[in-house]
């Protein structure tokens, strides 16, 4: 007796292919079925559905079938895919009411998508890291000659002038509104006006000084080379020496870490700080009493604080290992949006969670194959790819309402903001708890 999963597989493998070559005659009529003994009548055994080919392969065509048996690439396909895209409550509508034949199994859609993804995810945000490093090391070698310190060092002026004009600027207008005001104190007013004078000149004594001495600093490029290399160590150890519980030594610390992390796009290397600790030959710092003292409060601190220290430290580590997760929590999302689905559908009896969660994954499967275009997309083409995808998921998921369930346009439109709302946060709930899970696994 044939199955209907035989014959499924039958008519699959039967129009395999949307490249594919056309099956040769059948010459192997009355022959026993290899897998049954069954007499053969057709290409395909009438009792076990096994096909009668002999299986026998050349390397290309096992790497195609290997590739066509990942990604799902037969005729169905082409039924499928313009109607995720293009017709989603149609293509909803044929799931729910059993015309799936004709189309690829939804969950393995929404698999191949979700690892297109995460590819893609990975992709982009490993480029970009590199092209950050790149960029930084360029500006650092730009320090080893006199052209380019006086170049950085003019950049570093020019930033430090707009800055006092701003801020004289907002002193200004500060104190012109406080004269303005009945029985206003001029005495204190004027010398409010003085001191934050006096705090904008300092200020752009002080970077323009900086900016003086890096560009007379010889060494200022194997400086910056040097904290550039180390500036994930340090900035690492700044987190552990951060001290949760002042807030004082909480904001002096973070602005320490901010310096770390920026140094590869201003390099202000003017002397070594006394109290940073020295660099290694390659850029890693030597232990000095500060880290051992450190070392020794490690049990006592916070363990996000321990996790985020070792994340900022090898980044590399911290994003494979949330990659590594990131598949699994993501098969969270369709019993969320499915559940989203029952809620809003909750007195149409017709429909159960089965239906519910179909539509889930069609909805994730189009989220995550246009998520992944956008990200492998090149970077002038990246934003606008962005901005598409964002404006085109709510309104998929509006078709896939009005065409698959038969919603009214205002019913329609009311469950899409709710389902939407829902499975954004859902989302952004999951990736917060991904980085925090990675954080514990450090």
């Known amino acids: ?8 597989a039958a008519a699959a493998d039967s129009t395999a292919g949307l490249v594919g070559r056309r099956k040769k005659p059948f010459t192997h009529k009355g022959e026993p079925c290899k897998n049954c003994g069954a007499t053969l009548e057709g290409w395909y055994c009438h009792d076990c559905g096994q096909n009668a080919d002999t299986h026998h392969r050349s390397i290309l065509h096992l790497i195609w079938e290997a590739i066509e048996g990942m990604f799902h690439l037969d005729g169905r396909l082409a039924n499928t895919l313009p109607l995720l895209f293009f017709k989603p409550g149609k293509l909803a509508k044929d ?10 199994p939804p969950f393995r859609t929404f698999l191949v998508a979700l690892l297109l993804f995460i590819l893609a995810a990975e992709h982009v945000i490993h480029n970009s890291m590199r092209e ?3 960029k930084a090391e360029k500006q650092a070698q730009l320090l080893t000659t006199p052209a380019g310190r006086k170049a950085n060092a003019d950049e570093m002026r020019r930033e430090a002038t707009s800055d006092r004009t701003d801020r004289l600027k907002s002193a200004v207008e500060e104190r012109d509104e406080g004269l303005k005001e009945e029985g206003a104190d001029k005495a204190k007013i004027a010398a409010k006006y003085a001191d934050d004078v006096r705090k904008a000149e300092e200020r752009y004594a002080k970077k323009v000084a900086g900016a003086e001495a890096l560009q007379n600093n010889p060494n200022a490029g194997a400086e910056a080379l040097a904290k550039l290399h180390g500036r994930n160590t340090n900035a690492a150890e700044q987190i552990r020496g951060l001290d949760f519980q002042s807030p004082e030594t909480l904001q002096a610390g973070a602005n320490k870490i901010a310096e770390a992390q920026i140094a590869g796009q201003q390099f202000n290397v003017v002397v070594p700080d006394k109290n940073a600790p020295v660099v290694g030959e ?10 051992r003292a450190a070392g020794k409060e490690s049990a006592k601190r916070w363990w996000p604080q321990e996790g ?11 994003m494979l290992v949330t990659f590594g997760w990131a598949h699994r929590l993501a098969v969270l999302l369709l019993p969320i949006v499915g559940l989203s689905l029952a809620l809003v559908y909750v007195n149409k009896r017709q429909y159960f969670i089965y239906d519910h969660l179909i539509v889930a994954t069609n909805l994730l499967s189009f ?5 992944a275009v956008a990200f492998v997309l090149p970077h002038a083409l990246m934003k606008s790819a962005i901005t598409i995808v964002m404006l085109w998921a709510p309104i998929n998921l509006f078709q896939t309402l009005r065409g698959g369930y038969g919603s009214s346009l ?5 469950k899409t903001l709710i389902v939407w709302f829902t499975s954004v946060t859902a989302f952004g709930v999951l990736v917060l708890g991904l980085m925090l899970f990675t954080l514990s696994q450090m």
């Not at 007796?1 to 499924?8: A, K, R, W």
């Not at 985020?308 to 911290?318: F, H, T």
């Open 1 to 8: 007796m044939v199955t209907g999963v035989e014959l499924e």
């Open 95 to 104: 799931y729910m009411e059993g015309r799936i034949a004709r189309h690829v």
């Open 132 to 134: 950050q490093e790149v």
């Open 282 to 291: 390659h850029g890693a710092p030597a232990h000095n009493e500060q880290g």
């Open 308 to 318: 985020l220290a070792k994340a900022v430290a090898n980044p590399n580590y911290y």
């Open 367 to 371: 989220s995550f194959l246009t998520w």
């Open 410 to 414: 205002f019913g329609a439109l009311l």
